[in-house]
């Protein structure tokens, strides 16, 4: 079964601190994966896709195919990186995306 | 500009009334969709349409309806609305690339 699972609902760092969001899917053909980050108020969007390999905001993801993860790493965290975090699968001939139930992350001052 | 609009941002409505939400998207996308989604929780695929006169159900079960009769609206029609049905409806749609683009929104209560 297709499945995109993140395992915190709620991830609490404090600023500057490292952070590592967890995204494990479930997937038998080849993924293409995403990472959407909400932010109070605004609207859900694209912060990273795996195949375009790029730092965005200073976050990395890289698809870890032997552990099946696109976990989402950023080395120090800043208060505007508080937001709601999913992670996306893209599966299917239709590319119908798969969703995380997301992450909440608090980067505390 | 392109872009992907929904209106009404915020509705208050009375138990049993007719609604539409609509969407309307300015980036010549085929593909569009309904999701679900209460604040701070997962989404949930309600709909989608993968061009003109073409609709689907998603994922979550849902009494409300959709059409697509021009690529570029999408609207959301719920014939009776209940309180059960309040929640924030995402309009989102997605070209050739992959990436999907939402809209802000449309915050649903009923009374």
């Known amino acids: 079964a297709q499945r995109v699972t993140q395992p915190e609902k709620l991830l609490s760092v404090f600023k500057g601190a490292p952070v590592e969001l967890k995204c494990n899917y479930s997937?038998?053909?080849?993924?293409?994966l995403f990472w959407y980050v909400q932010y109070s108020r605004q609207r859900l969007q694209l912060l990273l896709r795996h195949i375009s390999r790029e730092s965005i905001k200073g976050f990395t993801a890289d698809l870890n195919k032997g552990e099946t993860s696109f976990h989402l790493k950023k080395p120090f965290a800043q208060e505007e990186d508080s937001a709601m975090y999913y992670c996306?699968?893209?599966?299917?001939?239709?590319?119908?995306?798969?969703w995380g139930l997301g992450t909440s992350l608090a980067v505390n001052p | 500009e392109a872009d992907i609009y929904q209106t009404p941002r915020y509705l208050v409505i009375g138990t049993g009334k007719k609604i539409t939400l609509e969407c309307s998207q300015t980036m010549g996308h085929d593909k569009m969709y309904w999701y679900q989604q209460d604040p701070g929780m997962e989404l949930h695929l309600i709909h989608y349409?993968?061009?003109?006169?073409?609709?689907e159900k998603g994922d979550l079960s849902s009494e409300s309806t959709v059409s697509r009769i021009r690529t570029e609206h999408f609207p959301l029609t719920l014939e009776s609305a209940r309180p059960s049905h309040t929640s924030q409806y995402l309009c989102a749609s997605t070209g050739g690339t992959g990436e999907l683009f939402f809209g802000e929104g449309s915050r649903l209560t009923v009374l």
């Open positions: 349409s993968y061009g003109v006169n073409s609709t």
């Open positions: 997937y038998s053909g080849s993924p293409e």
């Open positions: 996306a699968l893209s599966a299917g001939n239709n590319r119908k995306l798969i």
